[in-house]
Structures are given as structure tokens and as C-alpha cells.
């Protein structure tokens, strides 16, 4: 009786291992049946464009397409996107299950701070991240789970590319079940898609109130023309990304090259179609000097603006480093991302001159010329920050040219030991040299020298070349006229005095 005891005692002790195994196995097969293989192709269209219903609109499931069938869209990686388990938030709404997703993808936000965080995966290779999620939620038991998907981070070096999404991908809620098997390998695909527009764009501003330089085979503008001292006003079109929240630091960083002083104290940062100040944003300006700057923004402030388009305004003056025949085409940047250029350029002019000996051609120093308007009625004066036109004194006379009687700050060239200057910081058009000291020994100019500046003038094969005679010698103006002059003379005076002698032999007969 004690040995039949025993063995129904051991009998108890197995019995309930024994059916352990037996609802174990087919718990783990069920478990390994039971979890949805989910891949997400990430893609980024055009502002421009309309956004094409692939699978992931409105829980739309299926297999790989091809690249024909994206319809333009662009595969991005470096886009971080979150699987959030809202199951419960789903259990409470009420309504059909197409309603309840709708109110969950309506206030994703709500329902991800609600929720679980299941996953977070990051785009990579062909644009692609995948996701194995279990059909059962692991928060709420026995509940079939609910997910929502959301696009937590947007913006990558591959959207920098001078774009940056102005509408991210809509949140995706999957009920399970879903009505689809997949496996590791053979999952189900969705396809979020964003919307992207360029990020950034700087051009002039009143661009019609300038010269400007036109390639009249395109009939579009190449340069802008601009002198010395003329001000000139710059806006940037910057474009916030949607997920700017998210983001670290959002920075616009302006290089100006040195031909343009910036008007720090203009600077103006509002929306596009307000008036309205963008709050939470900051100067700094470059550690070395360089007209380089800084806008630093705080991303944490521009909620307001996600997905819109702020422009930055500010003032500039072309200064005497701007040399003529070049150009200026100021660059921005976003977080050290490339650089864009500006999209009209700008550039002044000059001219080049040589001061010779008429018969020799040799270069004469220490003639000195003001630069004088096309009639000479004006000449040119420098006040420190740019150039201005003044009225010459209506009884002005070159040959007794008295400093005194024109402005301190009068633009006076003088020509070098071999008679070389120049004049820069002009905009296109005629102007005049007049001569008011010529080179020792020789005659001062009777007429203003005549030139023009265009964007070839400064060119070192383009120099003009002005002559003066030796004292004595009739004064001329560069060309060959007096020596015409001066032949047609001599030959009417070796006339003369044939005549003359001639006649004087007639008289002695």
C-alpha cells in the first residue's frame, strides 16, 4: 500500500510538467506565427508635385514596387521613424475601426505621447526600414495590439542637398491582425511619403532699379552693375522643416565677399506673408572680422513656422575692395550643409590708362586728371564710403586749375613712374578725364579725354593710351589730328614763300 502511495504521489509531480510541454509547444509555434514583418520605403516628392497614392496611404498594404511605379518619388535615408503601441488609446475611442484610426492619425502626436514606444528605426541603403511587430500587444494583455507609426526625424545630409521637407510623412496606424501573412523575408511594404521645396534662395531685391547685364541670346540677366558706394538690399527665403522641434540647431550662415560691407543693424527676419518678427533668433558675427555671420536660431521657437517659408532681409554697400571686372555672388549655408550661391550676381567696372610722350611713346609721371562727367559739366568725388557727383564752378578752367575751388575730397588720378592709373568702383557708361597738371616738360590737354566702362574696360589689354606733346608744341588731344594739322601747316607756309619768291623774281625782271 505504501509502494502504491508513493508512485501516485510521483505521478502527481510529473502530471503538471508533463502538461506544461504539451500547451508550451504549441505557445511557442503560436508566438512565432504571430508577429507582422513590416518594411517602410521612405520617398520625398516635389512641393510642386502631387503626392501619388502608393501602399501607406490610408493603411494600404502590399507588396515591392518597382521604380517605375514610385512615380518620381525619392528613396532617403538618414529619416527616423517611430512604432508606437496605442492599443489602449484605440480601445477607448469609438466608432468603426476606419473612424478610430483616422482620430489617431488626426492627433498622432497625443496618441504617441499615450502610447508605448515599440521600435525606432532609421532609413538606410534603398531608402528602407524594417519592422517586426508582434500581433499581440505586449502592454495590453491578450488585446490584439494597434500601432501607430510616425516619422519622428526628417531632415538628412540627402534632403540637405538645398531641400528640406516641408511636409512629412502621414502617421500610419495598423490594426492587428492584418488581413496579409509575411515573413522576414518576404514582409509587407509601405510607402510614407514627404514633400520637399529648396531650402534656400538669396537674390537682390528691386532688382528692375538696377543696370544690370543682359545675355541677349536668352534675354536673361547675367550681373547686376553696381559702383562704389551704391547700396544694394538682399533677402534670403528660408524654408523651416517640418520636424524643426526635433532638430538640434538650425543655422543660416552668410559668407559676403569683400567687395560688399553688410548693414548688420538692417537685418530683418520675418514670415513670408507677415510682417511679423520670427522670435527666439540671434547674431553672431565672425570670430575673425570677416563680413562672414551667423543667424542662430532657437528650433524650439519655430513651431509656428514648421513647414514655412521666414526670409531674412539686410543692406549691404559696395566698398573699394570690389574689383572691376569680377563679381560677387554671396553664399549661404544651413548647419554647414553646402553652400548655395546667391542667384544674381553683381560686379562694377573700371578703366586702365597710360600716360606717354606724343613722339616718343614713352610713359610720363606726375600728369593728374579729375574724372569728369561724359559732358564735363560734373566731376567725381569720394566721400569716404562711395563716390558722388559734383558741380564743376561754372567758370572752371583747366589751364588755371585751382585745388581750393573744388571739393577736398575731389577725385584726382595721377599717372605713375611709367605712366600707368586707373580708376575703379564705376558703373557702366561714358565718362571723361579732364587734364588739370601735365607731365614736367610737356602741354596740358585742351579737351577732356572721352572713355567707357563696360565689363571689358579694365582688362589689361584694354588700357587707353593719352598723349601729350613736348612744351612748345602745339597741345593735342591723343590722336593724329594735330600732326595733320601741323603738315597741312608747314605746306602752306613752304607755299608761301614759293610764291613769295617767285613773285620777288617777277618784280627783278
Do not use: C
Not at 249 to 266: Q, Y
Not at 355 to 366: H, Q, R, V
Amino acid at each position: 500500500m505504501n509502494k502504491l502511495r508513493h508512485i501516485f504521489a510521483a505521478l502527481l509531480l510529473v502530471l503538471p510538467l508533463a502538461f506544461t510541454g504539451l500547451t508550451g509547444m504549441p505557445s511557442a509555434k503560436a508566438a512565432s506565427n504571430e508577429t507582422a514583418y513590416i518594411r517602410l520605403h521612405k520617398l520625398a516628392f516635389g512641393s510642386d508635385q502631387t503626392l501619388p497614392d502608393l501602399p501607406g496611404s490610408d493603411d494600404l498594404l502590399g507588396k515591392e514596387l518597382s521604380d517605375n511605379q514610385l512615380q518620381g518619388g525619392k528613396k532617403l535615408n538618414g529619416v527616423e521613424f517611430t512604432v508606437y503601441d496605442v492599443t489602449n488609446s484605440y480601445q477607448h475611442l469609438s466608432g468603426t475601426s476606419a473612424e478610430r484610426q483616422k482620430l489617431i492619425q488626426d492627433n498622432a502626436v497625443k496618441a504617441a505621447d499615450g502610447g508605448y514606444v515599440v521600435d525606432s528605426s532609421t532609413t538606410k541603403g534603398e531608402g528602407t526600414a524594417d519592422f517586426a511587430l508582434p500581433v499581440k500587444s505586449t502592454h495590453e494583455a491578450g488585446k490584439n495590439a494597434v500601432y501607430l507609426i510616425r516619422e519622428t526625424k526628417s531632415i538628412s545630409e540627402e534632403i540637405n542637398d538645398n531641400q528640406s521637407v516641408v511636409k512629412t510623412a502621414d502617421p500610419i496606424v495598423l490594426v492587428m491582425p492584418l488581413n496579409q501573412a509575411s515573413t522576414k523575408g518576404n514582409p509587407l511594404h509601405i510607402y510614407p511619403k514627404n514633400q520637399t521645396k529648396k531650402t534656400l534662395t538669396k537674390d537682390l531685391n528691386k532688382l528692375d532699379s538696377l543696370d544690370k547685364i543682359i545675355d541677349k541670346k536668352h534675354s536673361n540677366i547675367t550681373d547686376a552693375v553696381l559702383g562704389y558706394g551704391d547700396e544694394v538690399s538682399y533677402t534670403v527665403s528660408v524654408v523651416v522643416p517640418a520636424d524643426i522641434t526635433s532638430l538640434d540647431k538650425f543655422d543660416v550662415t552668410d559668407t559676403p565677399d569683400d567687395g560688399l560691407k553688410i548693414d548688420t543693424s538692417s537685418i530683418l527676419i520675418h514670415g513670408e506673408q507677415s510682417s511679423v518678427t520670427v522670435p527666439g533668433w540671434q547674431f553672431t558675427p565672425a570670430p575673425d572680422g570677416s563680413p562672414k555671420f551667423t543667424i542662430n536660431f532657437d528650433t524650439s521657437k519655430l513651431a509656428d513656422y514648421a513647414g514655412k517659408t521666414i526670409l531674412i532681409t539686410y543692406n549691404a554697400t559696395v566698398n573699394k575692395k570690389f574689383e572691376p571686372g569680377t563679381t560677387i555672388n554671396n553664399h549661404i549655408s544651413l548647419n554647414n550643409q553646402p553652400k548655395v550661391h546667391g542667384t544674381t550676381p553683381i560686379t562694377t567696372g573700371g578703366a586702365r590708362f597710360e600716360k606717354t610722350d606724343a613722339d616718343t611713346g614713352n610713359g610720363l609721371k606726375g600728369a593728374e586728371f579729375l574724372v569728369t562727367s561724359k559732358d564735363g559739366k560734373q566731376y567725381l568725388t569720394d566721400t569716404g564710403t562711395g563716390y558722388e557727383w559734383k558741380e564743376l564752378p561754372a567758370n572752371f578752367d583747366a589751364e588755371s586749375y585751382d585745388p581750393a575751388a573744388l571739393e577736398k575730397t575731389a577725385v584726382v588720378l595721377t599717372s605713375g613712374k611709367n605712366g600707368d592709373f586707373e580708376v575703379t568702383g564705376l558703373g557702366f557708361g561714358d565718362y571723361s578725364l579732364t587734364e588739370v597738371k601735365a607731365p614736367e616738360g610737356h602741354a596740358l590737354l585742351t579737351e577732356p579725354q572721352t572713355f567707357k566702362v563696360d565689363k571689358d574696360s579694365y582688362d589689361e589689354d584694354h588700357v587707353i593710351k593719352i598723349a601729350n606733346a613736348a612744351e612748345g608744341v602745339l597741345p593735342h588731344t591723343g590722336g593724329m589730328g594735330i600732326y595733320v594739322i601741323m603738315i597741312v601747316g608747314a605746306v602752306i607756309i613752304a607755299a608761301g614763300i614759293f610764291f613769295l619768291k617767285r613773285n620777288k623774281r617777277h618784280e627783278e625782271i
